[in-house]
């Protein structure tokens, strides 16, 4: 009876992890993040002005992190910024306006002013989280220029921020990109190791 007891207590443990992480076995077996790692490591995100990004930049400045926060509407992120509490946070929060969509040349400067933020490390990780709110609507009524205006953000935006601030990883030897993805919402680390061993 008590081994029945407890294998029915053990399968709703799992099953209670199995929802939480959308059913992703990946992020199943994902530890809770360890203080140490994050404790004053340069975290820059994206899409930090409202939502999951806000989320997020509460829990990095909670472990620890020196935080750069990132999104179009500078309002909200001071906002985000007065309620971050931590060892660097709110005095040492920085805020990076950028729009995603604004081209590479402006992308570049977006990088250089965030690497010169913390001049000693530079960026340790880069949490891409920003995404184009397209009008929830059926597919076959997504028009052409939602469809563009979301690739130019979550597409191209992303892939163009991380190909500019990859070179600075490299130079150090170390950084971590995270990707936050819709559907899955699957968080994955990149890491840079095979790209310079
Ligand atoms: N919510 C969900 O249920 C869910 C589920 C799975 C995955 N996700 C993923 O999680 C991430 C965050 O979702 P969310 O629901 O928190 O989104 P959200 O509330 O709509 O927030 C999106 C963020 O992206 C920023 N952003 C939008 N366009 C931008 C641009 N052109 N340049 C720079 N920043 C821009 C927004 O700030 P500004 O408007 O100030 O620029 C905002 O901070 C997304 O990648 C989404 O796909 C969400």
Known sequence: ?????????????????????YGDFTLMSKKQPK?????DKVVWITGASRGIGEILAKQFASLGAKLIISARNEAELNRVRT????????????????????????????????ESFFPDSGVDYMVHNAAFERPKTSILDVTEEGLKATFDVNVLGTITLTKLLAPFMLKRGHGHFVVVHKNSLIISDFGLESAWQ
């Not at 207590?9 to 992480?21: P, T, V």
């Not at 203080?35 to 404790?39: A, L, P, S």
């Not at 040492?92 to 950028?98: A, G, S, T």
Request: charged residues 25%.
């Open 83 to 114: 309620q971050l509490k931590g060892k660097h946070a709110p005095d040492d929060v920085k805020i990076l306006p950028l729009d995603l969509s604004s081209g590479e040349d402006s992308l570049r400067i977006a990088v250089e002013k965030a």
């Open 1 to 21: 009876m008590l081994i029945v007891f407890i294998c029915i207590f053990l399968f709703f443990i799992f099953l209670y992890k199995f929802l939480i992480a």
């Open 35 to 39: 203080r140490q790692e994050i404790e």
